[in-house]
């Protein structure tokens, strides 16, 4: 196989680290930061760990989304990969990936401000659930996206 010819596997490897490895990356500093706070929070509310348990692990679907938009996309990896199919996979990994990277954070802070509140005593917990999954959308509409670009391959 010549390096023209591999191109394609080439962009849709490069695709895949993306699709895999950006939204495992937002997960891991969101659930994180998630995770800090609730162990500051802790020292104030011990009985409170329930809900904090529950905010801390939302940011771990991103990673999820991304190990599935690799699921999706993994037949493809093949010798016959056309340019347009691998070009497709890296620009469903770059998307997922950044929108997995990003919504993952984010989704981290918002997880953790409501942990950082129901430590101090205030009643926020289904709240702080409805503010966190906003983030989270843009996540699931990029998943969504894979599947989309999936079909048309």
């Known amino acids: 196989m010549d390096t023209t010819s591999s191109l394609p596997l080439v962009l849709a490897f490069i695709g895949v680290g993306l699709i895999i490895g950006l939204p495992g990356i937002g997960s891991a500093v969101g659930t994180a930061i998630a995770g800090m706070t609730t162990v500051g929070a802790l020292k104030k509310r011990k009985d ?16 999820l989304y991304g190990f599935g938009g690799f699921f999706i996309l993994q037949d493809l990896l093949t010798p016959e990969l056309t340019l347009i199919q691998g070009a497709a996979i890296l620009g469903s990994g770059i998307a997922l990936g950044l929108a997995g990277i990003i919504s993952g954070i984010y989704q981290g802070r918002v997880s953790a401000s409501g942990i950082d509140s129901i430590g101090s005593g205030n009643d926020v917990f289904g709240q702080t659930l409805i503010m966190a999954v906003f983030p989270e959308l843009y996540a699931i509409v990029a998943f969504a996206a ?8």
Not at 48 to 63: K, M, N, R
Not at 146 to 153: A, P, S
């Open 48 to 63: 409170a760990f329930g809900s904090f348990i529950v905010l801390a692990a939302l940011p771990g679907t991103q990673g």
């Open 146 to 153: 894979v599947f989309l670009i999936r079909g048309i391959l």
